[in-house]
C-alpha cells in the first residue's frame, strides 16, 4: 500500500482527534471518517498508520492516560504527606480522568487480546501508583499498618466500580456521594491521620 501524504498531518494529531471522537460517540457509533474529519486527514492515512478503530482506541486512551499522568504526577510529587498525595489522586480520577474511554476499552478486551493486554498494562499502572503512596503512608506512620495490597484492593475497587456510574450519568449517583463514600473508606481503611475532609469543589 503506497504511503499517504502525509505533509499536514502528524501520527500525534490523528491519536488526539480519535480521542475526542470515540470519547465523545463511543467504539460502535464513532466512524474512521469521522476521525479523519476531526483530525484533518482522510480515512487512507488513518487506516495507514493503524488497525482500523480497535488500533486507534487503544493508542488514544493511552495519550489521554499519558496526559493525566503527566498532569498530576507532578502535583503528587509535590505534595508533603501521602494523605494529601491520595486525595490528589483520587481527585484526579473522578474528576479528570476519561472513563468514556476506558470503558469503550474494556468491552474491546473481552474479545480482543492486544486491547485487553493494554487495558491490563493502564490498570496494573493505576493500581501501583494507589498501592506506593498508601505503603509510603505506612512506611512514614502517617496510615496504620496492614496489607497494602489489600489495602490498595479494596479502594482501587470501590472507585473502578462508582466512577463507571458517574460516566454514564447513572441516576441517584452524584459526584459528591461517591467522594464521600470513598473518603469515608479510606479513612477507615488508613485511619484517623487521613484527611477525608471533602474534597475542594473549584479546582
Sequence with gaps: MPRPR???????????????????????????????????????????????????????????????????????????????????????????????????????????????AERDRMDRRWRAMLRKVIRDGQQRGEFIPSDPDETMFVLAALLDGMAPLLAMKAKGVTLVQVERTWLAEASRLLGPAFDSDPLPRSR
Design 6 to 116: 502525509l505533509d499536514h498531518v502528524r501520527k500525534a494529531q490523528i491519536v488526539s482527534a480519535a480521542a475526542e471522537v470515540l470519547s465523545d460517540r463511543g467504539y460502535a457509533n464513532a466512524r474512521v471518517v469521522d476521525i479523519a474529519k476531526a483530525a484533518g486527514t482522510s480515512p487512507a492515512a488513518i487506516l495507514y498508520w493503524f488497525d482500523g478503530k480497535q488500533g486507534l482506541l487503544a493508542e488514544a486512551l493511552a495519550l489521554r492516560e499519558l496526559e493525566f499522568h503527566d498532569r498530576y504526577t507532578v502535583r503528587i510529587e509535590q505534595a508533603s504527606t501521602a494523605s494529601e498525595q491520595l486525595r490528589i489522586l483520587v481527585e484526579a480520577m473522578l474528576r479528570h480522568y476519561d472513563w468514556a474511554l476506558w470503558m469503550e476499552l474494556c468491552v474491546l478486551a473481552l474479545r480482543d487480546p492486544a486491547a485487553a
